[in-house]
């Protein structure tokens, strides 16, 4: 028969035993997602943002792991694009590599695994959307990659990166100059004469959920807008429509000038064909 003490006891502990018990369920999923199970203390600290650390006592932080993993992404990437492209030069491949690691597309894997529900975050980064910022996804998708690295191996590592973004690897070529579309929008107004790009950003929403409206503007016209929880990513997303918008109508001005010249030699044909059979046998 237990003593009043030993219940006391059990009754006292019961919050923490459910708390890591829904914590260890919590990481099963997570691992069923990424197919790979991961050392639980070495998962934890890969989702444990500084701001949760700094608020409970100066836990470890992620950002070790976040270094070692960019690095492995990185890697695995750069050696993936140096194989499928052998003809590329040096810039092209970096803007290949720029399109598939960036903190934009590196947060939109980490939407996909839901990951934003796994961070551990200070209650200052809960109050204000922390579980879906790009830059906290990205960092801990990062962590993530170099947790499994350092649990399992490169090659585990590698096939992890390789499940995860080679549809962003096959599309990286169609992206313009990677997703940095300012740059991609900045490069092709120069090569159409168009002048340089510029933005206006507004904002609207309380403090701790602002919401970034921008509109790019080449010439004094308004050619794509976009809109984001930062500037950054509100620009961004303007660039990118504004560079579909002038792509699409360069491509229609090429293929009428393409058409009105096979008209032409066409017609020219045409002309000489009727010379030639009017002339006198």
């Known amino acids: 028969m237990s003593s009043p003490k030993k219940a006391e006891d059990a009754k006292a502990d019961a919050p923490a035993k459910k708390k890591a018990d829904n914590q260890a369920s919590s ?52 050696d993936t694009l140096y194989r499928i492209h052998p003809d590329l030069p040096e810039g092209q491949l970096a803007k ?3 399109a598939v690691v960036n903190s ?34 990205a960092d801990t998708l990062e962590a993530v990659i170099g947790a499994v690295y350092l649990d399992q191996g490169l090659d585990s590592a590698s096939e992890l990166v390789h ?3 080679d549809p962003l690897i096959e599309k990286s070529s169609n992206l313009g100059a990677g997703l940095d579309w ?33 509109a790019a503007r080449v010439g004094g016209v308004s050619y794509g807008t976009g809109t984001g929880r930062s500037k ?4 961004q997303q303007a660039a990118e429509s504004a560079w579909r918008s002038i792509r699409a109508a360069a491509d229609e001005r090429a293929k009428a000038a393409k058409e009105a010249k096979k008209a032409a030699e066409e017609a020219k044909e045409a002309v000489q064909d009727g010379e030639s059979s009017s002339a006198p046998a």
Do not use: M, W
């Open 104 to 137: 934009r597309a590196l947060a939109e894997v980490g939407r996909g695994l839901d990951l934003g529900s796994f961070i551990r975050l200070g209650r200052g980064e809960e109050g204000t959307g922390g579980r879906d910022k790009a830059s906290i996804l």
């Open 163 to 165: 499940r995860l973004f």
């Open 182 to 214: 300012k740059t991609s929008l900045q490069e092709l107004t120069a090569t159409e004469g168009l002048g340089v790009p510029e933005y206006l950003v507004t904002e609207t929403g309380p403090d701790h959920e602002k919401t970034f409206t921008a």
């Open 27 to 78: 990481h099963t999923l997570l691992e069923g997602r990424l197919g790979y199970e991961v050392e639980s203390a070495l998962l934890v600290r890969a989702l444990t943002h500084r701001s949760y650390a700094y608020e409970n006592g100066g836990l470890p932080t992620n950002e070790r792991l976040e270094f070692l993993g960019d690095s492995v992404l990185g890697l695995v990437v750069t």
């Open 96 to 98: 290949l590599r720029a």
């Open 232 to 235: 950054k990513e509100a620009e």
